[in-house]
């Protein structure tokens, strides 16, 4: 599975950005698909998973009512709408795909990365 992020770039605070991951080599539809972050000089840090019928979410509390995972299995794709962003929210955001069924916050996890995309938020 190749996943390719997209979507990030330069906003305000308080403004929003749509992230994309569009996944191929493999159809995802079976896989608990996830974003993460990792900021500079940080650990790479949960953001959202969704599991294969979109049906279940699950966010940390940093961004829990801000942030919205979603998933169109037709396209192989994973959206991350993050809306509210604040500076601390500046990282590269990567998405992952873990098989199986059962969500997970823990990156070790995760059988595939994409290659990240930097959102930075100016205060």
């Known amino acids: 599975v190749q996943l390719q992020a997209s979507g990030g770039g330069l906003v305000q605070a308080g403004g929003s950005l749509r992230l994309s991951c569009a996944a191929s080599?493999?159809?995802?539809?079976?896989?608990?698909l996830g974003w993460f972050r990792q900021a500079p000089g940080k650990e790479r840090e949960f953001v959202a998973a969704i599991k294969w019928s979109g049906s279940s979410a699950d966010y940390p509390d940093s961004v829990k009512g801000r942030f919205t995972i979603s998933r169109d299995n037709a396209k192989n794709t994973v959206f991350l709408q993050m809306n509210s962003l604040k500076p601390e929210d500046t990282a590269i955001y990567y998405c992952?795909?873990?098989?199986?069924?059962?969500?997970?916050?823990?990156?070790?996890?995760?059988?595939?990365w994409g290659q990240g995309t930097l959102v930075t938020v100016s205060s």
């Open positions: 992952a795909a873990r098989g199986g069924y059962t969500s997970s916050s823990t990156p070790t996890l995760y059988n595939y």
């Open positions: 080599g493999r159809t995802v539809s079976s896989y608990v």
